[in-house]
Every structure is written in C-alpha cells, then in structure tokens.
C-alpha cells in the first residue's frame, strides 16, 4: 500500500489505496496539474499543491480565500491570489534540498488522502555533491479551524550532517495568471512585514482595489525524534514583498528532525479591518498553543462528520469509487458553512480559471449535491443570490429591463464580470457576447431557489428570499419578451442558449421553455402565498411594488411564449434546422467526438455542430414537458450533433442516456464526467477543478443509476436502475431534518433513518415505504 | 571567427577574436560565473551578465552603482544590488523564448568583446513542441553616458511564426546574496511604480537605511528587418516590486525582429532627491531620442579612447594577451572618471562580495595602473581617502590612538566596514579580529598618496590633501607605537600584517616598516614644505593643529622603531622563528601549494605557513632598504612557505621573483595573477572580479618585465627583462602630462612622445634619452 512508503507519523495518519490519489515519480512538466489535483481546501481557503520547498520553474502557486476578489488590471475581479504562506525552503550549505528541474528526486510519492483532508509527499534528493537526503511532508488545511494551514517536513540526511538551513516564507510576490503574461495581474499591496517575536513572521496586504485587508502569519518549530526544540537561531527578514524567517538546526547523519510550519490568515471579510493584523497573530497563536497534532486531529474528526454526510459507497468499480470520491472531496471541501456572501467557483477555489465566478453552475450542477447532502451550505449559496437581487435588479436596468436579471459571471459584488472583450493566446482580440445574449442564467437562479426551497421545505428561505428572487427574475423574463403581433406570441430574439457556438438566436429553446417555468412557478407561488401566507403575500408585495393584476398579466406573457413543435427533433432555435449538417462520425484516442470533416470549410455558427446540446438539457430539467418518445429522439439527434466541449455537457448526457435507455453511452458520458480532473482528460485540470463535472457526477450516481427523485407532491422516490457491474452503492443524505443512508442494490432499495423526529416516507417500485429506523 | 556566427548586425561590431572572450555551449552551473566574467561597467555603474530572457534558476543579477550603499540586516554596508532592468522576456504562446535548466539550446556562444565594450550572445531555442528560434542579443552599458545601458534582441522564429510577446522588466525584487539564505538581505525598497507613457515604464526606490533614492526607467521599441516600429500593443503592469511592461509584435516565419530595449538610472548621488524621478525619465527619453545606433557609435568612440590609453599588446602569448586585457577592461571599466565620493571594490563593481568596499588593495595594487595610465581616475581616488580622512580620525580616537586610522574596509562614510564577527556556512560563528589588529591599511593609505603625487607631480593634490593624509596618518603611527624602556625601543604589539593567519603578533616586520616610512616621510615633505612653501605649511600646521617640535618627536619616535636583523632571512613577526616549521612539498593539479602534511595536526597560527607573505610584500615596496641578497633570501625562503590563499600574492611573488631572478616562477606567477578570474583558477569569480589581481598583474608587466620605475629624482627609468617568448610589449602612460608610447623588445626600450609641450626624458640601460616625437 502507499502509506507503507512512508514513515511512521504518516503511515499512521493515512488511509488504505481506495481513499488515496497518488502520483509517482516526479515529472516537472505535469507539477502544475498536480497542484489543481491535490489542492486542498478549508471552506475558508483554498491552497494549491505547488510544492512546500520551492524551486519550481512551472508552478502555479495559489492560496485563495473564499470571498476575496479584485480586479486591478484584469478583465474582471477575480480570486485575488493572496500570500502564499506555503513555502519552507531548506538549504544545506546553501544548496536546495528539493525537486527540482533536471534533479529529478528518487522514490518521489504523493498521495492526496481524501478521506482525512491531507497531503502527503516523500523523495530523495540527490545533490551534486552526492548528497543524500529523504524529505517527507504532510500538509493540511485544518477544517476545524479553516484560517489555519501548516505541514510537517521530517528530514534524513542519509549520507552526510550538519546545519541545516530554512526560510519560513510568506510570499506575496504572488500574482494571477502568472504563467500567462498577457493576463497576469498582481492583486494585492504589501503593506507591512515583521517579525512576531517568538512566533514567526507577519505580512499584511491589502487587495488593490477595494483595500481589503489580508494578514498572513506563519511559525516553524523543529524538533528531534524526541520531540525536543532544536532551533538554534531565527532571525528576521523582510525582502519586499516576501517575509522570511530564516532558521537552523543540527542535524547528524541519518537522524530525522521535523520541521513543523504553522500559518494563519485573516482578512477584513473575518474582522473589522483595524483588527485583522491582531486577529492574523491571535489565529497563529491558537493553532502553535493547540499545537501542530492536535490542530490535526480536530481536522480529522471534521473530515469524518463530512464523510458520513457526503460519502458515495460504490461496489463493483473501484476506479470509478475513488473518482466519484475525488469529486465530492473537493466539491465539499471547498464552500464556508457560515458564510452567505461567497458562492462556489466554476473551478472550485482550485485555480485561477474564470475568476472564482459563481455561473449557472452553481444552481443546475452544484446545488442538488448540496440540497441534498448539506442542506446548511445549499441555503447558504441560494442567500449569496439573494444578497446581490439589488445588483440584479441594476443589471436588468441597465440592460433595458425589468426585474432581476443576474450576471452570467458573478463575483463579491455581484456585477456583470464577463468581459465584453476577449484575447486569445495568439493576440485575436474578440467581442465576447455571452453577458449581452446569454440571459438563461437569470432563470438558472430562480430555478435553484425554487428546487432549494422545494427539496429542503426551508420556509424561512423561501418566504424571506426565494419567492422574491422568483418574481423578480420572472419580472425580467416578462420584459424581456418581444411581442410578435403578426404570430401573437411572445418571442425571445437576439438570444444565446447554453450551446454557446450559435450566438445570438432567436428564440432558443432552452431560454424560451426556461423563462416561460420561471413566469409559471412565480405567478403559481404567488397566487399559493397570497391564498396560503397572505402577510407573506402582502410584505411583499410592497417590497417590490407588485401591482394587482401584475401576475395575471405575467400569466397571459408566459402562455403566449413561443415554443417550438415538441413532436419529432426540437429545432435548438429558429433556423437551427437551417445550418449545414453532419453527424459526428469519427472520435480521437480518447473516445471525445471530433468535427466531422465534411463542415470543416463551413464556420461555426453555420454549422449544426453544438458545443453542448441545450435541448438535451432541457428534457432534463423539465422532464414532465416531453414525451419519453420525444425524449429518446432528441437525445439521439443531438447527440450525434454535440461535441461536448463543455464539462456540463457529459453528465447531463449520462442522465439523459439513461432516461431514455441509453445506458451504454451513459456509463461512458458519467466515466467522461467522473474523470475529467482526476485524468485531467481535458487537459485544463491546471486551471482548477471542474465544480459543474463533480456535482454532475454526483447527481448521474444518485439521481440517475439510484433514481432518485421527488414527486410533486415532495415525496422522496427512488426507480434504480444499476448497472450490472455495480453491486451496490450506498449514500446518505439529508432529508426534511433526518440523516438518511440509501442502499441500493441490484435488488433494490434500503432507506434508513439514524435520527429525526418523523419517520420518513419514500416511494419505490410504486410502494409507499417507512424508512428503517437505525 | 567568433563573429562570423552572428548576424550581420553584431558581426559588424565585432573586434577579432584575439580581442573576445567566449562562452562556448550553454552549462546551467556555470552562468554564475560568467556573470562576472562578462560583466560590464560604465563608470557610473556595474551589470552583471545575467541572461536577459530571465529564467535561469542558479543566477546572481545585479546591478550596482559606484556609491550606493546600504547595511540593513547586513554585517556591514555593501553595495546595494539595485532594480535590476536588464531583463526582457520573451514568449510564443506563454512559453518562454530562453535558456533554461533541462532545455539546452543550441549553438550556444557568447561573447566579451573587451575592445567594444559589448557583449553578445547568440543560440536557437528549441521548445517542447518542436518550435525553434534563432535569438540573438547584443547589450552594452554606455560609456557615454554611464548611467544608460541597454540591449537588442534579434529574433528569428524559424519554423513557425505568430504573436511573440514580450515583458520589459525593471525588478527591484532583487537582493544581495540572493543564493546565500543566511547574508540575503535586501537592501531597497519599492516606492512608485508606474509607466512612462510612450516611453516605457519607471521604478523608484530608496535604499532601506539613508533613503536614498534610485530612479530606473526601461522602455522597449520593436522593428523589422526595415527599421519600421511593429510593436503592436503595450500594457503597463504594476507587480509590486517589478514594474512590467508587456508588448507584442506579429512575426513571420523566418523573418527576424529586433527588440531594442532601453533603460537608464538615476539616484540622489546625482542630482537632488527631489529630481531623481524626472531626472531619470529625462535620461530615457535622451537615450531612445538619440537612438540604440548612435548612442552605441558614442560609447564605441570611449572604448577606443579607453584603449588608446590603457592597451598592453603583448606579442608572443596570445593566451596571455588576453588575460591581460581581460583584467585592464574590468579595471578600467570600473571607477568613476568624475566622482572622487567613490572608490573600488575588492571585487571591482562585478560582484557582491567584500560588499564593494575599498582595500588597501586600491592603494598597493590598483593605483600605480591609474597613476601611469589614468591620473585623472587616480586622483578621484586618492581624493577618496581626503574626503574620509574626518571618519579616519574618529576611528583614531575610537580606538584610543591619534592622528587618522583608516578603515580595513570602506564604504561611503568611511565607517569601520569590516565586522567584528563572521559566519561560516557550517554555523559556525568566529570574532572577527580584522578592524581591530589589522593596521596596515593606514600606511597604505598614506603610501598611495605619496606615490601618487610622487608619479604624477600633482601639486594640488599634495598640498591641499595628499599632504594632511600622510602627517595624520603618521601621527597614528606616532601614537600607535609603544616605547619599551628596556630595549630603548619603540614597539607595534597586538598587530597583523598582510598574512592574516598569523593574528595578532608582536612587531610585524611589515608594518613596522611601513609605519617608519609613513613617520619619516611625514616629516621629511614637512621639513620641504617649511622650506619651500612655507604658506602651505602654515595652513596645514594650523588645520591639524601641529605643533611646532611635533614632526621632531615623530622623528624621534621613528628612528626608533623595532626592525627585524636584515641580515638573512627578516623574522616576519617576533616568535615567528619558533613555529612549527616545514616547506611546501606537494602541489595541487592546478599547481597551487598544499598544506605540507607536516605540520597537518598543529592550528594554523601555530605553523610557519603564510597566507601571502609579508616581507616579499614589504621587500617589493621598499627595495632600497634590502640588499639584493636579502632579497632573495628571503624571496626563497618565505615563498616555500606561502600558500597564496591571498589573490594579492601571486603578482607580488612575479614582481619579487623577477628581481630575485627566479624567473620561471616569476612567469607561474604572473600566470596565476593574470588567469584567476577568465579561467576562474580560485573558483569564486562567481563573486567578482579579482581587483588586486588585475592591478598586480598589470604591474607585473609595466613596472616587471619592462622594468619601468622612477628614480628617487622622478625620472622615468626602464631595466627591461622580457621573457624568451615575448618579442614585443607596447603600453601607453602619461607622465607628466604627456603621452607616452612605450615599446619595449629583446633588444631594448622605444619610448614615443604623442603630445606634451616639454620634451620627456628617461633612463635604460643607465643611459639618458629623449622621448621621439610621434
């Protein structure tokens, strides 16, 4: 097993192969993917895997803090790259002891223990001079207290001793992008360094544009196989923009000292800004007081209580189990459990990729995972909405609406942050559409809420926040309908759906059947509330100066939308059928389909060819509009059509296949989702984790192959339909206040209830069942 | 020819290769080196030769400032490594255009060329997707205009073509001691960052201790083939402590570009602090206004002034030919022509080590070359010493003594630089007894100035300053001595002479010499000026305070110093004669001494062996005080005992050699002196150029084999002994206000007469001639 590799402090600590990612044997080039892999993440923070030594040319190196954007020189704000508290370098006579490019260490080993939140790495580096040294270190992010990160380095000079040196480094030299010059921006000001005596070292910055304050601290003890403190001399120093602790120990040959690095942060979103240097300090204080272990083992014990909650059991295919975990690892690990102004970036707080932007992702992909398993962090992600209505409610005026229109691209403040203008890497400046045409987003949200709202029974949500969300953006749908007198219906024109390649359109499917829900389900909960909570009814319509007859006339608006013919192919938009086409008929290595030759000549937007098909995803969201014969057609059609250069595009097509009993290509379309980061088989894992691909997959496993659901009358149901090859898969989740754990089975389905007042009833196989009390 | 492989543009400016050094091959571990081996200086400043494409792993940039110092959280102030703005990078598609570790170019050659003053590089990268481009660069730092430097990149994609994108960088993320984690210091601090519009960008510092400020100023244009700008977009990115500015240009396949890249430098040493910005932006737009072209032509008219003056043709050692140009083009390039506020380095202005402070090494080993081919340079130097001597009498009287005891090291404040306690890389701490017992440098001081007024007939100097100097130093002396009743004697106890092995002894042979001849001579010019200029006299004896019977006791107390029986060989200090004694038998592969195994289990101060040796060292200075017997006596006696760990030694050891008649040795001698840093014989060129050795070397030649010296009289004297192997050398002094042209061969001595009014007279072969007319 792995951890037999490794000494026993760590073997101790890790779990058995099926919990570990490992990477063997140490290649430069693929560093940087390694560091979105084994990024690990706090709920508060996010810290890359760039390596603790230092010394690597091709590294991205990131610490980002949930909420802290900027914008500066960027297109857009974005995940402000904060200081990167991360770095030990250890020197002996001056020389590195680390990896390093053209000094490929031996026995390189890193696994990323999911079960326990931790990273551990062991080598042998061999200098020029022929010495020796094994380095094993073991990081983590504490989960117990997420402001909190450090790492132990236990060190062996095998063939020599002496005094070996360390610099305790706080770097804010930091930038974004910082392998891509065009696009690299600096987003934080030191603004103070210093030693805290006996401590560590301190660096305070702010974010340029807005000020927010930033303070990073960070402590090293060492000590022998004793325990003993061997430090033998620390001295401070401040280089710039980097704060660096330089100390030194003895150490004989073959003896093991053990570095241990400490760090905090805090920043102005935690405290009142006068208080955050203090606060940084009083953090780093409590965590070298807890000391290193037992800051480790409330970490544990957190991880623990998110594992019961979050761990999807499969049996039968051990590669797909830990990929599956791999997901819901990170996708979990990522968003605060208190924090209502920060949502859940396109990548996870796991790289740099689109800015830490919240897009439609959150509500379609990510929050059923949440709504489900950690109903207390979906309620916080359906707030984020609602704290920036005010900002939509701007946006749709400013784009010539009414209403609540959300931004494609959402950061801390809630303004549009997709960048109206593009370069690509060969200097080709273009216009960027997507935030003037692409308004499904704005249904996406009230659709989330709803769902939320609809799955979890949180009243509190729905009275205060929800159902306002839901008018305001059924608002914006009804001003942005076009009347068209002479076929008096109302139209979207000039639109963009999900399939982003064919910009803008008229009437997009997708949109048109999205806004028209997003009308319907406000106008049926308003007239639900007025009859039902009328005090609700009332504040609010005084919040937001709802006129009398206002939802009548949004009523007559949403069934005068036009809709294409649902019987045979839906045509994506007006004139989709228009455009050159051709099925795909020929895929690459690894098995992704490949523009069909015969339109290579024709441009994008003439072409029938989809990036991601919108009306497959229609059908799976509005399952009850089409017929399973319309069902299966379309997802026939499209998907000889869809390229599915989106990461969204695959598990929508794993759900869809097996509705319509496609289940072969739905066990490839869920292995595409399920593996996109951990074989990184697009190629952009360095950018960060794909957040939309790991709720995706989650849903394919429960909503999909365990057939998950809720009636509409808000019952839980199950229909499964398992592959053969999985014996079982076992899940928890919880539901109107009780931790359930689901079973299923070839032969069926298990429910049982550890806790809650009520017993809960599910549907299955058509059978009204009690949960088993356990 | 080295030129013929660089494109026409460079091959043009090329000199031949006898005048070229070269890099052939591209060795990652090395480039440390040759960053001082090919560094440039200006006068004003110093650039060490660090790759301009940026992303080496194992380099030293830098850029020093004749003047500009600062301690920090240093042991002593150093030369300050400011911005560095030699930096330009390159990219195709974010992947960098440069060296690197692990990706070798080819056809890698560079090129000092020291007759231009340019360096030149040239090499064909090759990327890890097969595209290839030819990069040549050509850089110098003008000696027009010291304070400008500044490079052209040609680039040749030649197998793909594309936007290459650049970043003109100016980085003052730089340190001292950058790869020495214990020394690292930095030693300024970033205050404004921002772009020059049009121009470029701009970086202001300060030094952290005295705030002085430094402007840098870098702006990039880029051409094709024509001459035309093709530069197609410029951003300004502020990165904290890198002022960055990103360009891009569109080039073809095969076709070449050419990125001119500009910058200039400013501090509060030039004009006042409040100008420095302006100032700055003023010598950028100077620059780029008078073109890359025209400013090089300018500097290229300095070097061939520069040579005219200080070339040493040498024919019948090509080898050492260059070797001794190599050391004449450092030296030379170095100081200031018109800034007496500064002196030179130890490791001249082309590395961090010695902090850039002033030895006696500029007395006794750089000032006879500046004397004979550069007085206007010597009497900055000696102008140096003037100007501290108020901080040489606070050390006097700090350390209890009268008079002006100068610093073992010097900086700007002529402040004691040379720390009481040193690190070595093991941990090891040792006191540091240098300053206090090391007190020669005071003679030397005094000596260098005599010389200096003795070799040029600078009256100005020696009556408003050489003069002072030499009575306060030899009132040190006076007060230095201590009287020993019982030997009627006056004795210097607890002192150190050159061999720093031996510390403190009693009596060092050398500087009781050497302080005899400061006291005598003090006394000796006062007894003259009394006479002949009895107003300079006046204005001196009441600016020191002399009294009237001073110069009398000063007598007095000289006559009375404690020598050493010159009969045989001179006990170097008093008990010298009893240590552990045995001679070197054993030589190393590259000929250098080894510790006689002897004496291996006794501590080195206990043993005979000397570091370098003091009573050659004394014998060379005062020749007339030693009988030709003497001499070689103890030339063969001490030279058996002496490890020239020291680079001060080796030319002595030619000079003394050449007059003892132990010629071979005298030319190993010179060879070790000449070589030491172009072939890196003391491996730590890394560090810098070895000053006292470019200046011994240089002497070894002029005032060695050609003989030249001056009689006691002042006029020029030539006893020429030229090795077998050399048939001619040729050399230019000025004296006394004439330049000389001085050929010397197997058969005798020409000298020529350029210009002067009065006609020069010399003496060889105990013959009077007049200089012929040219």
Not at 215 to 220: E, F, K, N, R
Not at 283 to 299: I, N, S
Not at 599 to 615: M, S
Not at 663 to 692: K, P, W
């Amino acid at each position: 097993m792995w951890k037999d590799r490794f000494c026993q402090p760590i073997r101790d600590l890790l779990a058995d192969d099926a919990w570990l990612v490992a990477e063997e044997g140490y290649h430069p080039r693929e560093q940087i993917v390694y560091e979105s892999i084994f990024c690990l993440a706090s709920g508060y923070m996010g810290s890359r895997a760039s390596a603790e030594e230092g010394f690597c040319r091709r590294t991205l190196p990131a610490n980002y803090i949930n909420g802290v954007f900027d914008r500066s020189e960027a297109f857009q704000r974005e995940l402000a790259n904060t200081p990167d508290w991360c770095k030990l370098k250890m020197y002996y006579q001056c020389e590195p002891i680390a990896p390093e490019e053209g000094n490929t260490p031996e026995d390189y080993l890193r696994v990323l223990d999911m079960q326990h939140g931790l990273l551990a790495k062991r080598y042998v580096t061999q200098a020029a001079d022929g010495r020796r040294t094994k380095v094993e270190i073991l990081k983590f992010l504490s989960r117990a207290h997420g402001w909190c990160g450090g790492f132990k380095v236990w060190l062996t000079p095998l063939n020599y001793g002496g005094l070996l040196e360390f610099e305790n480094i706080i770097d804010a030299t930091v930038t974004n992008f910082i392998d891509f010059p065009r696009f690299r921006v600096k987003h934080i000001r030191t603004t103070d360094l210093r030693a805290l005596d006996g401590l560590g070292c301190y660096l305070g910055c702010e974010t340029r544009d807005f000020k927010l304050p930033v303070g990073t601290a960070a402590g090293v003890r060492i000590v022998d196989e004793q325990g003993r403190d061997i430090l033998k001399s620390r001295a401070f120093r401040p280089y710039g923009e980097t704060a660096c602790e330089f100390v030194d120990a003895y150490c004989r040959e073959g003896q093991t000292i053990c570095v241990e690095k400490y760090a905090a942060v805090c920043t102005g979103r935690d405290v009142p800004e006068s208080q955050v240097a203090e606060t940084t300090r009083a953090r780093l204080q409590a965590f070298v007081d807890t000391g290193f272990d037992a800051e480790l083992q409330a970490h544990l014990a957190e991880y623990a209580r998110l594992w019961h909650r979050a761990d999807l059991e499969l049996t039968g295919d051990d590669r797909l189990q830990k990929a599956l975990r791999f997901n819901i690892f990170h996708l979990m690990s990522t968003p605060s459990r208190t924090d209502n102004r920060t949502n859940i970036g396109a990548k996870l707080i796991h790289g740099e990729e689109y800015g830490g932007h919240a897009f439609w992702d959150t509500e379609l992909f990510l929050l059923p995972f949440f709504d489900y398993v950690f109903p207390e962090v979906a309620r916080n992600l359906v707030d984020y909405r609602y704290l920036l209505l005010d900002k939509a409610r701007e946006n749709a005026v400013k784009n010539g609406f009414r209403g609540a229109k959300y931004p494609w691209e959402s950061a801390d403040t809630g303004d549009e942050e997709c960048p109206a203008w593009t370069i690509e890497p060969d200097g080709s400046c273009y216009r960027c559409y997507v935030a003037d045409y692409e308004h499904h987003v704005t249904a996406a949200v009230a659709y989330g809420g709803v769902h939320y709202f609809e799955l979890t029974g949180d009243e509190d949500f729905f009275d205060r926040e929800g159902l306002e969300i839901l008018c305001e953006t059924a608002r914006f749908w009804v001003s942005r309908l076009e009347y068209n007198a002479e076929k008096d219906r109302y139209e979207i024109c000039k639109v963009t759906g999900p399939d982003e390649w064919h910009e803008p359109v008229d009437n997009n499917a997708y949109t048109n059947y999205l806004a028209r829900w997003n009308i319907r389900k406000a106008v049926e909960y308003l007239a639900l509330y007025k009859k039902e909570k009328p005090e609700v009814y009332a504040r609010l319509a005084q919040r937001i100066d709802l006129a009398e007859d206002e939802p009548k006339r949004w009523s007559e608006h949403a069934e005068k939308i036009y809709l294409p013919d649902t019987n045979g192919v839906i045509e994506q938009f007006e004139g989709y059928f228009d455009l050159a086409d051709a099925v795909i008929d020929e895929w690459d290595e690894n098995n992704m389909p490949l523009w069909p030759k015969a339109l290579a000549e024709i441009p994008k937007e003439q072409r029938c060819i989809l990036k991601q098909a919108d009306v497959v995803m229609l059908m799976y969201l509005m399952e009850h509009e089409f017929s399973a014969e319309t069902q299966r057609l379309n997802f026939d059609y499209y998907e000889k059509r869809t390229l599915h250069r989106s990461s969204l595009s695959p598990s929508i097509h794993c759900l869809m296949g097996l509705r319509v009993g496609e289940s072969e290509h739905a066990y490839q379309y869920l292995c595409r989702s399920a593996y996109v980061d951990i074989d990184n088989n697009q190629r952009n894992t360095r950018e960060g984790i794909h957040a939309a691909s790991a709720g995706g997959t989650w849903q394919c496993v429960t909503l999909g192959y365990c057939g998950m659901s809720t009636t509409d009358t808000g019952e839980l149901c199950f229909t499964p339909h398992l592959p053969e090859q999985w014996q079982r898969v076992r899940y928890h989740i919880r539901w109107r206040g009780a931790d359930l754990r689901i079973t299923v089975t070839q032969d069926g389905v298990d429910v049982e209830q550890e806790n809650g007042t009520q017993p809960v009833i599910y549907l299955c196989g058509g059978e009204r069942r009690t949960a088993r009390r356990i």
